[in-house]
């Protein structure tokens, strides 16, 4: 079992950023890739990054590269989602996720435990 807790979300203007972070808990979390999601209001969640725990690797999804970046702080057992130049789209609940797979994975079901997520507000 996996207890994964996110926060940092809050309100930012646009062009601004925020970094959010993702605290992980459990037995064995090392086995556990961690995963970025987003939903934003009346839209499916939507994939944004992955920290690929056992590879070392990161991922950033198309359409945040550049802007987005995960990392890890291995002694905190903390992965963090740092958002910069965010835009008015970013507007999101952002949640972080633990999966089994050992590759990378961007589909939802492929991820077992979810935090409670984060509120992510974008105005100008």
């Known amino acids: 079992q996996v207890h994964l807790v996110e926060s940092g979300g809050g309100p930012v203007h646009t062009g601004g950023s925020l970094r959010l972070s993702c605290e992980v808990s459990g037995r064995n979390i090392r086995i556990f890739n961690i995963g970025w999601f987003r939903q934003a209001p009346g839209k499916e969640r939507e994939f944004v990054a992955a920290?690929?725990?056992?590879?070392?690797?990161?991922y950033t999804a198309d359409y945040v590269k550049g802007r987005f970046l995960t990392s890890r702080d291995s002694a905190k057992n903390t992965v963090y989602l740092q958002m910069d130049s965010l835009k008015s789209e970013d507007t999101a609940v952002y949640f972080c996720?633990?999966?089994?797979?050992?590759?990378?994975?961007?589909?939802?079901?492929?991820?077992?435990?979810w935090g409670q997520g984060t509120q992510v507000t974008v105005s100008p």
């Open positions: 920290d690929l725990w056992r590879s070392g690797s990161t």
């Open positions: 996720a633990a999966s089994a797979w050992m590759e990378l994975k961007t589909s939802e079901s492929d991820y077992t435990s």
